[in-house]
């Protein structure tokens, strides 16, 4: 549990610009701890009790342009482009005007409303569900500015006034940009409680046109990531870490590093040992000559295919805490008709991102630490830097970059690329912006795994095919070591089996958790990664046994969920569910519901042979609520099932004798282009609050393809990856 203190951040308007809300009582201190609760009902997303909700959301400049300071972290999601719409839509601005940043500094304006606000951070796919009112309210109560200055400025009442692609006009042919009334708009009072729009009146939410404002930049390579960032006498370091987890830093010889031309210095850092040269050649090279001895008297001594195997051996024992309890389990199993039984094993999986883990760390003149970096928890961040830097938070300056993808990595409690990146700039004694580097093995051998699971299912059927009763242990290493576990559950690791929506009277969920030095962190879509593959490919096998449609099968048990049956049915629909394939080819069907999004998958596969196979088409049906931005929907379900797709065929993190066996991508390997589907998505139209859908498309997709290949073979794979399942 983490404790420290805040100084509240933000900058004030010059006389030149209006920032909305911006009069704040800079200075503010205030505490909190960041604990582990349940969450907050993200649908809701109130705006929350601010004493100022639109402080420094929508800046309007005299260059005419408009900069959204955004509290949500941009990976490549869109989040970004789902906030300036909400503020686009009221404000009524021009997209060419348009600027968006990341905000940090200040938990009480950016803190996440799904998450209850306490603290800023991006996960769980509740960026828009955060920002749906806040962001909205932020750009009306600019636009109700901007037409007050005017209306001052033109002597008019201001209803005469419109404001339409930023240009503010009246009848009398009196026009200005935004840029020419920021500096009256400055001194008008911020307005309470502006009406927003209705949803008839909407022109970007929802619209089917409109597109990324920042794809341009993505594809020509201007777009600015951590990795190209440069600074006048920026020195880059890269690192040495444990070949083994828990192992400590013994001792290390420096000395034919430290003669190299271009090295600067070679230096101790929390985890280990960092090697800063002038450039990034320089600074591999030197790595390669440094002697390092390590402690491992604490050092994780075993390989996955023991920690698998004792996973299994206490599934078949009793559980340490139950997670859903319903009716009475062994009794229902004891005399029903007939029964079935399973068993999964799932992998450690890496999250493998594009660009690699990295930040940069400086001085400044004032003496304020800056840190630049996908800063994904910046809360956490901005005290974490301090501590390492030896300052008070107040005196640590995040800037948050976009990056080149997370899937959670970038949201780590100790935050360790950045106490490494201060660590290092610290102990040169802060002569020169540092840049820390990691390389692919580094990232890839640095822990932060979704975690091994193992899966104990059992299930009764009565003689008319109803289940009657279902019993799941699920044995794993928790995310949340302390804090998080409430009752002796960790919630990441039973989420997606302990909500499971089928109406069966005895359902048990149980928790194992284990003990492994091995370090986890949330993988997109968390516990639901294993939980939607064991119990979506479960109930195909319940369907088999009972002689059922797997999809009619499904929608007999979800008369009280009517978000699930639709988008079951939808998916069912558009995929000519029963309709017949030309020989070789199979369909199958998954559901599952994830952070308030709910996603069915139907997906065809051709078969070649009794091992090989490919993943031709996936339809899948999503229902997110309102959908901000269609397109960008159907980008993130096209992107969650080509990730998910990789990781359910062929991603597996191994370790031998404590050591991590895979190193880049020729031997943990995503998915690669020529595998990628056709993939159709169909979003279910909806006035609901908005969900998000970063993640949801990833659960389904595994079960899917399972339940294809069951239809052809009649086998379910149950040790993962599919390919090592298939060939076992």
């Known amino acids: 549990m983490l404790s420290h203190r805040i100084e509240l951040y933000a900058s004030r308007p010059s006389r030149r610009q209006f920032l909305i809300g911006a009069a704040s009582a800079a200075g503010l201190v205030i505490g909190y701890r960041l604990i582990a609760t349940e969450p907050v009902d993200a649908r809701a997303a109130p705006a929350g009790p601010q004493?100022?909700?639109?402080?420094?959301?929508?800046?309007?400049?005299?260059?005419?342009?408009?900069?959204?300071?955004?509290?949500?972290?941009?990976?490549?999601?869109?989040?970004?482009?789902?906030?300036a719409t909400l503020v686009m839509e009221e404000l009524e601005g021009d997209w060419g005007q348009v600027d968006v940043v990341g905000a940090s500094g200040n938990p009480a304006l950016y803190g996440n409303l799904a998450w209850g606000g306490a603290a800023q951070g991006t996960g769980g796919s509740t960026s828009m569900a955060s920002s749906w009112e806040r962001y909205r309210k932020a750009g009306a109560a600019a636009r109700e500015m901007l037409i007050s200055a005017a209306a001052r400025a033109w002597g008019v009442a201001a209803g005469e006034i419109t404001v339409a692609s930023g240009i503010l006009s009246h009848p009398s042919g009196k026009r200005a940009s935004f840029g020419e009334l920021a500096e009256a708009a400055a001194r008008i009072p911020i307005p309470d409680d502006v009406p927003l729009k209705s949803s008839d009146e909407w022109k970007q939410i929802g619209s089917e046109t409109l597109k990324r404002f920042d794809t341009a930049a993505k594809t020509n390579g201007t777009q600015t990531y951590t990795i190209d960032l440069k600074m006048d006498g920026m020195l880059t370091a890269v690192m040495i870490h444990s070949p083994k987890f828990g192992a400590a830093l013994k001792a290390f010889d420096a000395a034919k590093a430290k003669a190299l031309d271009g090295i600067v210095d070679v230096v101790e850092t929390p985890r280990g040992v960092a090697v800063v040269g002038r450039n990034m050649w320089a600074a591999l090279k030197g790595?390669?000559?440094?002697?390092?001895?390590?402690?491992?008297?604490?050092?994780?001594?075993?390989?996955?295919?023991?920690?698998?195997?004792?996973?299994?051996?206490?599934?078949?024992?009793?559980?340490?805490?139950?997670a859903r309890d319903d009716g009475d389990v062994q009794r229902a199993l004891a005399t029903s008709a007939q029964t079935v039984e399973a068993l999964y094993e799932f992998p450690y999986l890496a999250h493998?991102?594009?660009?690699?883990?990295?930040?940069?760390?400086?001085?400044?003149?004032?003496?304020?630490?800056?840190?630049?970096?996908?800063?994904?928890?910046?809360?956490?961040?901005?005290?974490?830097?301090?501590?390492?830097?030896?300052?008070?938070?107040?005196?640590?300056?995040?800037?948050?970059?976009?990056?080149?993808?997370?899937?959670?990595?970038?949201?780590?409690?100790?935050?360790?690329?950045?106490?490494?990146?201060?660590?290092?700039?610290?102990?040169?004694?802060?002569?020169?912006?540092?840049?820390?580097?990691?390389?692919?093995?580094?990232?890839?051998?640095?822990?932060?795994?979704?975690?091994?699971?193992?899966?104990?299912?059992?299930?009764?059927?009565?003689?008319?095919?109803?289940?009657?009763a279902l019993y799941d242990h699920i044995v794993g290493q928790p995310i949340s070591e302390s804090g998080g576990a409430k009752g002796g559950i960790d919630r990441s690791s039973v989420e997606g089996a302990a909500n499971l929506p089928y109406a069966i009277p005895n359902l048990k969920v149980d928790l194992t958790s284990t003990h492994v030095n091995i370090p986890v962190l949330w993988w997109r879509s968390v516990g639901s990664t294993h939980t939607a593959y064991a119990m979506e490919t479960f109930i195909d096998e319940l369907a088999a046994a009972a002689k059922r449609d797997p999809v009619e099968f499904r929608l007999s048990m979800l008369n009280d969920h009517r978000r699930h049956a639709t988008v079951l049915r939808l998916a069912a629909e558009k995929a000519g569910w029963n309709e017949p394939l030309p020989d070789g080819r199979f369909r199958g069907v998954a559901l599952h519901e994830s952070f308030n999004t709910y996603v069915a998958e139907v997906v065809e596969i051709t078969t070649k042979g009794s091992s090989d196979f490919t993943v031709d088409r996936v339809v899948c049906a999503v229902d997110c609520g309102t959908a901000t931005n269609p397109d960008q929907v159907?980008?993130?379900?096209?992107?969650?099932?080509?990730?998910?797709?990789g990781a359910i065929l062929q991603e597996e993190l191994t370790l031998t004798k404590g050591a991590v066996d895979q190193g880049n991508y020729d031997s943990y390997t995503p998915l690669r282009i020529e595998q990628m589907p056709k993939v159709e998505v169909y979003i279910v139209d909806s006035d609901e609050l908005p969900t998000g859908v970063g993640e949801p498309g990833v659960p389904p997709i595994g079960p899917a393809v399972a339940n294809a290949l069951r239809a052809a073979t009649g086998k379910t794979i149950q040790r993962l990856p599919i390919k090592k399942g298939l060939s076992a």
Do not use: C
Not at 55 to 67: F, G, K, L, S
Not at 290 to 319: C, F, H, L, S
């Open 51 to 83: 004493t100022n909700p639109f402080q420094a959301y929508v800046e309007v400049t005299p260059a005419n342009r408009i900069v959204i300071h955004s509290s949500q972290f941009e990976m490549g999601q869109g989040s970004y482009f789902g906030i």
């Open 287 to 322: 790595r390669d000559l440094v002697n390092v001895q390590w402690d491992e008297a604490k050092a994780e001594q075993r390989g996955t295919d023991e920690i698998i195997a004792e996973y299994r051996k206490i599934a078949a024992g009793p559980a340490k805490a139950t």
């Open 352 to 468: 493998a991102s594009l660009e690699p883990l990295n930040a940069v760390a400086r001085m400044s003149d004032d003496g304020v630490v800056e840190v630049w970096g996908g800063h994904q928890a910046p809360d956490l961040y901005q005290a974490a830097a301090a501590k390492a830097a030896g300052v008070t938070p107040d005196k640590v300056r995040l800037h948050v970059m976009k990056t080149g993808g997370s899937f959670g990595r970038r949201a780590v409690p100790d935050a360790d690329l950045v106490v490494e990146a201060v660590a290092t700039a610290k102990a040169l004694g802060w002569k020169a912006p540092v840049k820390v580097q990691w390389t692919r093995e580094n990232d890839m051998r640095g822990g932060r795994y979704r975690p091994a699971y193992v899966h104990a299912l059992k299930a009764g059927l009565d003689e008319q095919g109803k289940v009657v």
């Open 634 to 645: 159907r980008a993130q379900m096209e992107g969650g099932i080509g990730f998910g797709l």
